[in-house]
């Protein structure tokens, strides 16, 4: 398809809890960004994929955080032992080879850690 | 490492008239790629426009146009005729040109108000 579709669009954890969010790029992009938005504020870039291999990690937080890009399945962000401070809207974004163009964005998850 | 800056939080215009939106970044690169992303309220991000770095003409969308003074390192973004539905968060971007799939810096954002 033509867009980049997110799963699921909310999630509400307990501290503690697993959480794992979804996304499928569009068919045909290489390239797949996970950011983190808290509240309204600037984006926190997470990690980067190309095709199924990791391309830059420099954002993650590695103790409790990992994401996956593997064939013909979505790709995952899995956050284990969830904290408040993980509150945030999770964005999946992905581009064609040639990336110069800009990236296209999912719509979000909203995960609330209570 | 490249940084972005935007020093307006909030901004607001009347519908009709023009706002121009401020952006700074700081590179070491010279061949690289601006951006300006609206997010409304559905939180849906969009592409609103893009500049090429060793391109001196200013990119235009319709009523969005940018103001790019590469030695100033100055990507303003201008929306003229204003609408209600412009009213989002407006985040200024940069894409490093040297390294393909690399990741987009944003600037902290600012809220727009469109006022009828």
């Known amino acids: 398809g033509e867009e980049v579709a997110q799963t699921p669009k909310h999630l509400v954890r307990g501290e503690g809890q697993k959480a794992k969010l979804y996304c499928a790029p569009i068919?045909?992009?290489?390239?797949v960004f996970w950011y983190q938005q808290v509240l309204k504020n600037e984006f926190k870039f997470l990690i980067s994929?190309?095709?199924?291999?990791?391309?830059?990690e420099t954002g993650m937080p590695k103790e409790r955080f990992s994401a996956k890009c593997l064939p013909n399945s979505p790709c995952s962000l899995e956050i284990q032992a969830t904290k408040l401070e993980d509150s945030a809207v999770y964005f999946c974004a992905s581009s064609p080879r040639a990336s110069n163009y800009g990236y296209t964005f999912g719509s979000g998850t909203r995960l609330t850690v209570v | 490492a490249q940084t972005v800056t935007q020093s307006q939080p909030e901004m607001s215009v009347q519908e009709a008239e023009t706002v121009t939106l401020s952006c700074t970044y700081d590179t070491s690169e010279n061949n690289y790629y601006l951006f300006w992303y609206k997010q409304p309220p559905s939180r849906q991000m969009i592409l609103v426009i893009r500049?090429?770095?060793?391109?001196?003409q200013n990119a235009t969308e319709n009523r969005f146009s940018v103001n790019f003074q590469k030695a100033a390192k100055s990507f303003s973004l201008k929306i003229s005729d204003s609408q209600l539905g412009d009213t989002a968060m407006y985040f200024c971007a940069h894409l490093g040109g040297n390294n393909q799939g690399g990741k987009l810096i944003f600037g902290q954002g600012t809220e727009l108000s469109v006022k009828p």
């Open positions: 500049q090429e770095a060793y391109k001196q």
């Open positions: 994929f190309q095709n199924e291999n990791v391309f830059d």
């Open positions: 068919k045909g992009h290489s390239y």
